[in-house]
């Protein structure tokens, strides 16, 4: 940030946390409260779907959350909020692979996951959102980050989300693809390629924290 001073734009990168996700539609929040504006956004799992969901709706994305909560969905979802604290983290993805294997089934189809992600995001093309956005995922196949900014935004997020052993593969022109988390837990590269300054934003443990990148 220049001279110490905030900058009037910013394009910010939201990483992943699971449920802990929702804190970045605070952050998105202050930022329209202190007339900062967004000029681009990249996100990774939950990072893409509350990012989307504040490009989408705004300020009323925390009704949308709390109709999810109320609805009882959130409840045969898979416990992602204990499953993102620190090192249970990587314990919970040797587990979830070990199990994966053994069984061969996930507890998400993709059907399932577009589903859910439905309940959030309109079914849109990401090109019509009011800014640049990318959603990062992971492809299963080579291990490969991809960065998904145009076509079906709910399939894009889905697959940004697609948590390995939990959410079958998502398709995405011709890739199978799955949680971003395993190569750009925040996104910044793909957040840089929007424009500058970029202000990723953190929120796996404890409070939010934005750390600017420039």
Excluded at 98 to 109: C, D, E, Q, T, Y
Aim: glycine share 12%.
């Amino acid at each position: 940030m220049t001279n110490g001073r905030a900058p009037k734009q910013v394009v910010v990168a939201l990483g992943g946390g699971g449920m802990r996700g929702v804190a970045h539609l605070g952050v998105l929040q202050v930022l329209a409260e202190r007339g900062i504006e967004v000029v681009g956004m990249a996100g990774t799992s939950s990072g893409a779907l509350l990012g989307a969901l504040w490009l989408t709706l705004g300020p009323a994305s925390v009704d949308r959350v709390r109709a999810f909560v109320s609805s009882g969905r959130a409840r045969r979802m898979p416990d992602f909020h204990e499953l993102g604290q620190g090192h249970l983290w990587q314990r919970a993805k040797l587990a979830i692979q070990v199990v994966h294997i053994l069984l061969r089934k996930a507890l998400l189809s993709e059907a399932q996951m577009l589903d859910y992600v439905r309940f959030f995001l309109p079914e849109t093309p990401i090109e019509a959102l009011p800014v640049p956005f990318v959603a990062v995922a992971t492809d299963t196949l080579t291990g490969e980050e991809v960065w998904l900014s145009r076509g079906s935004l709910v399939r894009a997020v889905a697959a940004s989300s697609a948590m390995p052993g939990l959410v079958n593969p998502i398709a995405v022109e011709g890739r199978f693809l799955q949680d971003g988390g395993a190569v750009a837990e925040i996104p910044v590269r793909a957040a840089r390629s929007l424009g500058s300054p970029v202000l990723a934003v953190e929120v796996s443990e404890g409070l939010p924290v934005g750390y600017p990148c420039m």
